[in-house]
């Protein structure tokens, strides 16, 4: 199995910027793509980011794009996510994800989840 452990959310004013970490421990060389969710209060979990394996191949939501950077260091099985110019509706809490083979992009590509760390971004 695959455990993944998020870390760096809080609170944070409007235009502000927080990084995001996601450790990965365990069957960690199952891994292949990783990325990023978000779930708002009362809302459904959207995809927000992912990265290939390498982390030559990047893609982004069109709501976050130009605005926030995923990273991942293989050797220290951690994937970030720097996020600046953040606004209210950015407010959620943000789940790390992994999957087996497939590209990121929906729940269904997903094998592994970590629980969440929140993200409030205050007007």
């Known amino acids: 199995q695959v455990q993944l452990v998020e870390s760096g959310g809080g609170l944070v004013q409007a235009g502000g910027s927080l990084r995001l970490s996601c450790a990965a421990s365990?069957?960690?060389?199952?891994?292949?793509?990783m990325g990023w969710f978000r779930q708002a209060p009362g809302k459904g979990r959207e995809f927000v980011t992912g990265?290939?394996?390498?982390?030559?191949?990047?893609y982004y939501a069109d709501s976050v794009k130009g605005r926030f950077t995923i990273s991942r260091d293989n050797a220290k099985n951690t994937v970030y996510l720097q996020m600046n110019s953040l606004k209210p509706e950015d407010t959620a809490v943000y789940y790390c994800?992994?999957?087996?083979?497939?590209?990121?992009?929906?729940?269904?590509?997903?094998?592994?989840w970590g629980k969440g760390t929140l993200v409030t971004v205050s007007s």
């Open positions: 365990g069957r960690t060389f199952t891994i292949a793509n």
């Open positions: 994800a992994a999957s087996r083979g497939s590209v990121i992009a929906t729940m269904n590509d997903v094998h592994y």
């Open positions: 990265v290939s394996w390498r982390g030559t191949s990047t």
